[in-house]
């Protein structure tokens, strides 16, 4: 599976540098991704000495795999956080990301990264999705947002409504990247990829212990997605979820959009168009589901590319992958200083799929709060993510974790045959769980635990990899780690 961003993107526009030895930071930024970068370049901005570790490369995981729409229009995003919470707390979510996507089209212009000025719309295919976007444009206009309401889209098959909101926003996410990592270059920061983050002390100063060295900061940013060193239990408060993209190139006269259009009914579709050259490639995504709890990713995948061919019959695919998004407890990103770290170690997480705006949001707070300049909007979202809010989601997502810890742990004994071509198989050996892939002829056994939290992992045919059905931790065949909560791979066996 390739992404569209990373397959055209020119690693060599990254300037990055190995790791200077003796040195210490202002800041040390763990996480190479939109929030990564964007924190770094805000917080290099007021004068501090930063350094930016990535485990793998820039953009690698979700920034250089999302679907790239810059808009405060968000399916039914306003009007779940108001129900949840107030109306009050969806005003400053919806400053919040307005805030955002400001500080992005501005970098954009300042760096002449093509922007594709777009409209917005949620839509909906059912007589509940309907009333769903009518609370949506409801809180909307209420928070003074200028979206309307349409009966009928471009879209080639019939709604029940939609919201709209103009003047929107797309772009290559890997351009973004680039631009990013030259500012902070030119502000004297460091980027150092391959350095993935194992260890840190409590509180500061703090030594970091890295695959790459030892790194000496002030203070930590945790961007890593679900933030690594289980500090703080983010990960418990929120529910791993990856969902497919496809690109195709559309025969002539062949249906492409020309806003950006997502679904509020199951399961989530998401369709754009995307220009490269000369042509407009037409982007599908969705089907997403809750990380290593699917019976067949590949299934999914298979699904979706279906329903873009009734869209667009003859279209060639040209790309595919997978991203990973974290829904959290609360409706609200996970964004603030860890518990007992006194401030020296901040996380932000749980964008819901938007992280385009929450990247920047995320960046923005941290940045401030390390000033004691923080937005005027991020005490409310602060105060609130941690409110009664949602404590009864986090009961409920316990209760569903716990649930799959116990059923991965009562398997079947491992097959004495290995598993065929693309396949793999978790069994019990010698009273533990072993995992078995075959995959370009290579067979593979490691540990079938996730080393974060003990759960029983599960074979992904659609990527290949293995995947923890309790907090999204991914591992290729031979158990290196890919992402999530854990910070270290999984460990050879004799089956």
């Known amino acids: ?215 000496r900061a002030d203070r930590l940013v945790l961007a890593t997605g679900s933030p690594v060193l289980d500090r703080g239990g983010q990960p418990l408060r929120m529910v791993p979820h990856r969902s497919y993209a496809l690109a195709y190139r559309v025969p002539t006269a062949g249906w492409v959009p020309r806003g950006m259009h997502v679904s509020v009914d199951g399961p989530v579709r998401s369709l754009r168009s995307a220009p490269q050259g000369d042509e407009e490639l037409l982007l599908v995504g969705g089907n997403d589901h809750v990380t290593g709890r699917t019976e067949s990713p590949r299934a999914q995948l298979a699904d979706l590319h279906d329903w873009a061919l009734e869209l667009a019959p003859g279209a060639e695919r040209t790309h595919s992958w997978a991203a990973q998004d974290y829904e959290p407890a609360g409706e609200l990103p996970l964004i603030g200083a860890l518990p007992g770290s006194e401030g020296t170690i901040l996380a932000a997480t749980g964008y819901a799929k938007w992280g385009m705006t929450n990247a920047v949001v995320a960046a923005l707070a941290i940045a401030g709060s390390l000033d004691d300049r923080a937005p005027g909007w991020f005490a409310t979202l602060h105060a609130a993510s941690g409110g009664l809010g949602s404590l009864a989601q986090e009961a409920t997502m316990g209760a569903q974790v716990g649930k799959e810890l116990l059923k991965g742990w009562t398997g079947a004994e491992l097959p004495e045959q290995a598993p065929p071509e693309g396949q793999g198989v978790v069994g019990r050996a010698q009273g533990r769980p072993v995992a078995v892939s075959t995959v370009e002829g290579r067979t593979c056994a490691v540990s079938g635990v996730c080393p974060h939290l003990g759960g029983v992992l599960r074979w992904n045919e659609a990527e290949p990899s293995w995947d923890c059905p309790l907090h999204g931790s991914r591992f290729a065949p031979d158990g290196t780690l890919l992402e999530g909560p854990a910070v270290t791979g999984l460990g050879p066996v004799q089956p």
């Open 1 to 215: 599976m390739t992404s569209l961003w990373l397959d055209a993107h020119d690693p060599s526009r990254i300037p990055v540098s190995d790791l200077p030895v003796g040195l210490s930071y202002d800041v040390a930024v763990a996480g190479g991704g939109l929030t990564g970068l964007a924190t770094a370049v805000a917080v290099a901005r007021s004068g501090k000495r930063v350094i930016l570790l990535e485990a793998r490369t820039v953009g690698a995981v979700a920034t250089g795999n999302t679907t790239a729409k810059l808009t405060v229009l968000q399916g039914t995003r306003l009007s779940t956080i108001r129900r949840r919470h107030s109306l009050e707390v969806a005003g400053a979510y919806l400053a919040a990301n307005r805030d955002a996507q400001d500080w992005v089209l501005e970098l954009c212009a300042r760096h002449a990264v093509p922007v594709q000025r777009r409209a917005a719309y949620s839509y909906a295919t059912t007589a509940p999705g309907a009333q769903s976007l009518r609370s949506e444009l409801e809180t909307a206009r209420a928070l003074g947002l200028g979206a309307r309401w349409e009966d009928m889209t471009e879209l080639p098959f019939p709604i029940t409504g939609a919201v709209a909101l103009e003047d929107q926003a797309q772009f290559d996410p890997m351009e973004v990247l680039s631009a990013l990592a030259a500012e902070l270059h030119s502000l004297g920061g460091i980027i150092v990829e391959g350095a993935r983050l194992t260890g840190a002390n409590r509180r500061g100063p703090l030594t970091l212990t890295t695959t790459a060295g030892e790194v």
